[in-house]
């Protein structure tokens, strides 16, 4: 069972990975020549529509998501039925944000309350997929998963830049409506394709993607004959604590969005849209179905296992106890491993990024952004890179095994970090005047303590359990934090050869690249 999970969970990452890579190199490609018809201004309208869209649908499911995932007694069926509270949950969210929203928004944009509704009507669209989404993930359908969002990332961009392709050529300001008609396509594209896939797995299961009545007993207790009792506790629990985790995870967009003008959000969207290119590529893709894996694997061991002695004494098997400890063993494993690769991608990105990243921009965004000032937020946001990869792994693994008591103490501890965070990015942005680098070093706050949250959770949650998971044991060995370190000196004595000057652009890119070569080969 574990080897299977693992499999399953390893496979299925794979799949994400590669589609996102293809899927994001054809958005690359088509974003690069969109942004020659853009303004500042109106990329930064567009974050606030994405702003709102996200908002809509992070407050509707993403706790019914968590909570779907804890596999319940009632199976499949039960972890369906609850899906369809995101679709009646999202009416009034989404409502209620839009109102919002156009009481303060920025209405002197062209069509800028039409592309609102548009949104708000995509946000809808989109949570109709939640019974096939559940049941994809149930399923461990990773491949299904990534046909969907990989056809709808496409559509989307194709959509995004043919409408501002014709409205410059005939001379028609559309305002950000493009935007918002792109988020519509996108999610018609993805209802309909996880709705077609997933039909004939529940034909062949027999179970159904409509809700169904349940059967109550003593120990299966369902709200109304379709909701499971204990999971819409935990959801209840969830909610509170995920909507925190929003306003950390958004806090940002929403803090660039009270203290800085258009023209700076835009810029600011820029860096973190390049920035995050790898975290949306391979990070979130690992942090899905690493969930989903930790989920299958600490499922059976939520309370500490007995010992040995304990069981013989009750003359129980101790058959459940070695595939739980097996169980418990795989989930370290691959937790292990996936932080050890990205502690050492994090010193790569350390001793080369904020070099690079200037001179990445300059290449696909042209002298005119490059010059900007993004180019300098670029190069500080490869700091906030690794942080953000290792909390999601992290994160992830307390969102699949935390028991409602741990949800309640991380959301009382992510309430305090919520504070950090905003006295941080005042200091940052505010008292010191950093401006949008500002925000990425609050960030780097934020995400260094729910870091260091999440480890002393894995650890206290393993000790229970009789094993011991060392943080120390997880890190770059000395050799690679000395090799990352010199990386710095190398490249300024690197970049004082005028041979690599004389070809400019080209030159300084194989002079950068040279090094970090060099340096991942070391490593």
């Not at 669209?125 to 990989?150: I, K």
Request: net charge positive; proline share 3%.
């Amino acid at each position: 069972m574990p080897d299977n999970a693992v499999s399953a969970s390893a496979k299925g990452a794979t799949s994400l990975i590669a589609l996102q890579i293809i899927s994001r190199a054809i958005t690359f490609a088509l974003n690069q020549f969109l942004l020659r018809y853009l303004s500042p201004e109106l990329l930064g309208i567009s974050v606030q529509l994405e702003l709102y869209k996200m908002g809509t649908m992070y407050f509707a499911r993403e706790s019914l998501r968590v909570a779907a995932e804890r596999r319940s007694d009632g199976g499949i069926q039960a972890a369906i039925n609850l899906s369809y509270l995101a679709i009646l949950a999202g009416f009034p969210i989404s409502a209620l944000l839009a109102e919002w929203y156009l009481s303060v928004g920025s209405l002197d944009v062209a069509y800028f309350s039409q592309a609102l509704r548009v949104n708000q009507l995509a946000a809808l669209v989109e949570l109709l997929m939640e019974p096939a989404f559940t049941a994809a993930q149930q399923n461990l359908m990773y491949g299904a998963r990534a046909t969907a969002e990989g056809a709808s990332v496409i559509l989307k961009t194709v959509t995004v830049f043919s409408l501002f392709f014709w409205s410059h050529s005939r001379g028609i300001d559309l305002g950000v409506l493009p935007y918002a008609v792109g988020e519509l396509v996108n999610s018609v594209v993805l209802t309909t394709v996880y709705w077609s896939l997933t039909a004939p797995v529940a034909r062949d299961k027999k179970f159904s993607l409509f809700p169904r009545k349940m059967k109550s007993s003593p120990s299966q207790r369902y709200l109304l004959s379709y909701f499971y009792k204990p999971l819409l506790w935990l959801i209840g629990s969830l909610f509170f604590q995920t909507g925190i985790k929003w306003l950390l995870t958004e806090g940002d967009k929403l803090l660039i969005t009270a203290l800085a003008s258009l023209e700076d959000q835009g810029l600011y969207a820029l860096s973190a849209n390049y920035g995050g290119l790898v975290a949306r590529m391979l990070f979130q893709p690992i942090e899905i179905s690493s969930r989903n894996l930790f989920a299958t694997l600490c499922g059976a061991s939520s309370k500490p296992s007995k010992t040995p002695n304990e069981t013989s004494k009750k003359g129980e098997s101790t058959t459940d106890s070695s595939a739980t400890n097996d169980n418990l063993q795989s989930a370290a494993l691959v937790l292990r491993d996936i932080i050890r690769v990205y502690s050492i991608f994090s010193l790569i990105i350390f001793a080369i990024g904020p070099t690079a990243a200037p001179l990445l921009l300059r290449l696909v965004a042209g002298s005119r952004w490059s010059s900007s000032g993004a180019a300098q937020v670029l190069g500080t946001y490869c700091y906030y890179i690794p942080f953000l990869a290792i909390n999601g792994v992290s994160e992830a693994f307390v969102a699949a095994t935390a028991s409602t008591k741990d949800l309640r103490d991380q959301t009382f501890w992510m309430v305090g970090f919520s504070g950090l965070f905003g006295l941080s990015a005042y200091a940052f942005v505010s008292v010191l005047g950093l401006g949008a680098e500002g925000l990425v070093w609050s960030n780097c706050v934020n995400m260094a303590l729910r870091v260091v949250f999440n480890f002393a959770f894995v650890r206290r949650y393993f000790a229970e359990r009789g094993r011991a998971f060392s943080i120390a044991g997880v890190l770059p060995n000395m050799y690679a934090v000395g090799f990352a370190v010199a990386a710095p000196s190398v490249l300024t004595q690197s970049g004082k050869i005028g041979t690599f000057k004389a070809y400019g652009l080209f030159g300084e890119l194989v002079r950068v690249g040279g090094v970090a070569g060099l340096l991942a080969v070391a490593m």
